[in-house]
């Protein structure tokens, strides 16, 4: 009888001491939230002690007893881990063990390149020269642009998730070109058809992208670069030289008239033709536009200082829409016919009398 009662209450004080160990609070309610990162291939016993060495939990072995009676063994999953309210060792394992993890999303607006990328990732946590050491490599857009010497251009805007593991960096970067390869492959007959390869609509859509916010008037600023090339004529857009001067190191936010002289082959000012190659990643409304541009014959646009742009047929109309919008003459402008499809857009800056916009 003694030692049943002997028994009984060994078996009263562990299970009290396990149920003070597993369900009792480590932490109050009034506690600051904490984080716990558990990285992939960590095992049971590894997570407990270095949980015991955060002062999560006194003994390691308790804790991989309670995944085992939790029937969590083996499925506890990585990842970064919020520690917030009132919480017991049990509460921690089934957060484990259900993998509710802290997921970190980041967005990359269209018409950013890869130094500015690098800085939106660098805000989330992302070391920007880890994110630039793999935008670097253009073998993953190999097989679609030979000529890639990185990933500018292709890197498509929109929203990644930032897994909480150390090649993050690479991981956001393979989701950006994987995307913008499923969101180009219906746009592929449609760049064949265009007759230029697929680095040179990337390219001309990342000028269009960079000169106008508003979608309605992406084809007809498409429009006006296409018939400067079909004219050989420069087609003078101020990101091409922002883009030169960034990779210069002489970037300073400002753009001035000797700005433009820049010996560069992104200078378009400088040098006919497309620039090497994309200077930021398009949206695929830009991308769009180039390969469906509207049918006009405009050669210019100006901004009208409100968001929107005035197109031009010849330099004496586009001269004297300069005259108005931009020098403050107080002239009428020109009476041009609007295009179908005329929509505002947002204003870019550019001196050269002759260039296609200001």
């Given at each position: 009888?003694?030692?049943?009662?002997?028994?009984?209450?060994?078996?009263?004080?562990?299970?009290?001491?396990?149920?003070?160990?597993t369900?009792?609070?480590?932490?109050?309610a009034?506690?600051?939230?904490?984080?716990?990162?558990?990285?992939?291939?960590?095992?049971?016993?590894?997570?407990?002690?270095?949980?015991?060495?955060?002062?999560?939990?006194?003994?390691?072995?308790?804790?991989?007893?309670l995944?085992?009676?939790?029937g969590?063994?083996?499925?506890?999953q990585?990842?970064?881990?919020?520690l917030?309210?009132?919480?017991?060792?049990?509460?921690?394992?089934?957060?484990?063990?259900?993998?509710?993890?802290?997921?970190?999303?980041v967005?990359?607006?269209?018409?950013?390149?890869?130094?500015?990328?690098a800085?939106?990732?660098?805000?989330?946590?992302?070391?920007?020269?880890?994110?630039?050491?793999?935008?670097?490599?253009?073998?993953?857009?190999?097989?679609?642009?030979?000529?890639?010497?990185?990933?500018e251009?292709?890197?498509?805007?929109?929203?990644?998730?930032i897994p909480?593991?150390?090649?993050?960096?690479?991981?956001?970067?393979?989701?950006a070109?994987?995307?913008?390869?499923?969101?180009?492959?219906?746009?592929?007959?449609?760049?064949?058809?265009?007759?230029?390869?697929?680095?040179?609509?990337?390219?001309?859509?990342?000028?269009?992208?960079?000169?106008?916010?508003?979608?309605?008037?992406?084809?007809?600023?498409?429009?006006v670069?296409?018939?400067?090339?079909?004219?050989?004529?420069?087609?003078?857009?101020?990101p091409?030289?922002?883009f030169a001067?960034?990779?210069?190191?002489?970037?300073?936010?400002?753009?001035?008239?000797?700005?433009?002289?820049?010996?560069?082959?992104?200078?378009?000012?400088?040098?006919?033709?497309?620039?090497?190659?994309?200077?930021?990643?398009?949206?695929?409304?830009?991308?769009?536009?180039?390969?469906?541009?509207?049918?006009?014959?405009?050669l210019?646009?100006?901004?009208r200082?409100?968001?929107?742009?005035?197109?031009s047929?010849?330099?004496?109309?586009?001269?004297?829409?300069?005259?108005?919008?931009?020098?403050?003459?107080?002239?009428?402008?020109?009476?041009?016919?609007?295009?179908?499809?005329?929509?505002?857009?947002?204003?870019?800056?550019?001196?050269?009398?002759?260039a296609?916009?200001?």
């Amino acid at each position: 009888m003694r030692r049943l009662l002997f028994l009984a209450l060994l078996a009263a004080v562990l299970y009290g001491a396990w149920w003070y160990e597993t369900r009792r609070p480590f932490r109050a309610a009034s506690e600051p939230p904490r984080r716990v990162l558990i990285p992939p291939g960590t095992g049971v016993r590894q997570i407990g002690r270095q949980l015991q060495g955060q002062g999560l939990v006194r003994h390691p072995e308790i804790f991989r007893l309670l995944v085992l009676e939790r029937g969590g063994a083996g499925k506890l999953q990585a990842g970064e881990y919020e520690l917030s309210g009132r919480m017991s060792l049990r509460d921690l394992v089934d957060k484990m063990a259900r993998g509710d993890v802290v997921r970190r999303f980041v967005t990359f607006p269209e018409g950013r390149n890869l130094e500015e990328m690098a800085a939106i990732l660098a805000a989330r946590g992302v070391p920007p020269e880890a994110f630039l050491a793999v935008a670097r490599d253009p073998a993953p857009i190999a097989d679609l642009d030979p000529e890639a010497t990185d990933l500018e251009g292709y890197l498509f805007p929109d929203t990644y998730e930032i897994p909480p593991r150390p090649d993050a960096a690479a991981a956001v970067a393979r989701q950006a070109v994987s995307h913008f390869k499923k969101v180009i492959a219906p746009e592929r007959p449609a760049v064949a058809q265009s007759g230029r390869s697929l680095r040179e609509v990337v390219t001309l859509a990342s000028l269009v992208e960079l000169e106008t916010a508003v979608p309605a008037e992406r084809p007809r600023v498409a429009a006006v670069f296409l018939n400067r090339l079909r004219r050989r004529m420069p087609l003078q857009t101020d990101p091409t030289v922002i883009f030169a001067m960034r990779k210069a190191g002489r970037w300073d936010g400002n753009i001035r008239k000797g700005d433009l002289a820049i010996d560069s082959p992104y200078n378009t000012y400088r040098y006919p033709g497309l620039p090497p190659g994309p200077i930021a990643s398009p949206g695929i409304e830009s991308i769009r536009a180039v390969l469906r541009p509207a049918v006009s014959d405009e050669l210019y646009f100006v901004s009208r200082n409100d968001g929107s742009h005035y197109f031009s047929r010849t330099l004496a109309e586009h001269s004297r829409a300069v005259d108005h919008y931009q020098r403050g003459r107080g002239l009428p402008p020109p009476d041009v016919p609007a295009s179908p499809g005329a929509s505002p857009s947002v204003p870019a800056a550019s001196p050269s009398p002759d260039a296609p916009s200001r």
